[in-house]
């Protein structure tokens, strides 16, 4: 499968663990994206690279979150101290130039 | 920033009607303008873009059009079958290739009857 990936699929952690998300993107594609989405809602852009210079983060992205992608292929997301409103999936996009293909999506649950 | 809304959000038609769903958009800068179709459980896929150097774009049933100067465009699927039922979602850059970022709307959830 040459499509985006992402693991886990399925996340349930308690409230105030921190939690790690990965995603690989399509291998020639040099742009990565995070999105967030909710029930009923459309996908919120959290933040994007070009290769591994991350370029721009929304404000929808606090402190506790941080996003890397060291060697400008797979990218992780991390979540410190979850809260019950960081329930969502979250999803990962990646792209050459227009084109945005997305991942399936980690769902994270937060007891 | 950017702020993209969507109409109707539910849309219920019989097989072999026609669909339109509209979207607005408020940046003028936008220059971008895909269409995800998102199956329940499943990732958001991409069925459909247009650029704003073109009016209309056509890829066998579906089709997209935009007007720049209203700030809107729309997506029209004809001939429905009850595998179109999804939620779709429009969405707009605002830089175009630029920095990538997109905007979504907030879906419309479509019901095609056989």
């Known amino acids: 499968d040459t499509g985006v990936s992402q693991n886990p699929r399925h996340k349930i952690t308690k409230r105030g663990q921190n939690v790690t998300f990965r995603c690989d993107p399509i291998?020639?594609?040099?742009?990565l994206y995070w999105y967030r989405q909710t029930l009923g809602q459309g996908p919120e852009f959290l933040t994007y690279?070009?290769?591994?210079?991350?370029?721009?983060k929304s404000r929808l992205l606090s402190d506790r979150f941080s996003a890397e992608r060291p060697k400008g292929s797979f990218s992780t997301l991390e979540i410190q101290r979850t809260e019950q409103g960081d329930s969502a999936m979250y999803l990962c996009?990646?792209?050459?130039?227009?084109?945005?293909?997305f991942g399936p999506g980690t769902r994270l649950t937060v007891t | 920033g950017e702020n993209v809304e969507q109409h109707p959000s539910t849309l219920s038609v019989q097989e072999g009607d026609s669909a339109v769903i509209k979207c607005t958009y408020s940046d003028s800068a936008s220059n971008y303008f895909p269409w995800y179709k998102q199956e329940l459980g499943k990732r958001p896929q991409l069925i459909i873009d247009?650029?704003?150097?073109?009016g209309e774009k056509k890829d066998q049933r579906i089709a997209v059009t935009l007007n720049k100067t209203a700030k809107h465009f729309s997506l029209h699927i004809t001939e429905t079958q009850p595998e179109d039922s999804a939620v779709y979602f429009c969405?707009?850059?605002?830089?175009?290739?630029?920095?990538?970022?997109?905007?979504f709307g907030r879906g419309t959830q479509l019901t095609v009857w056989p």
């Open positions: 247009i650029r704003s150097n073109v």
């Open positions: 291998s020639e594609h040099n742009r």
């Open positions: 969405a707009a850059s605002p830089r175009g290739s630029t920095l990538g970022r997109l905007y």
């Open positions: 690279f070009q290769n591994e210079a991350q370029l721009e």
């Open positions: 996009a990646s792209s050459s130039i227009y084109e945005q293909y």
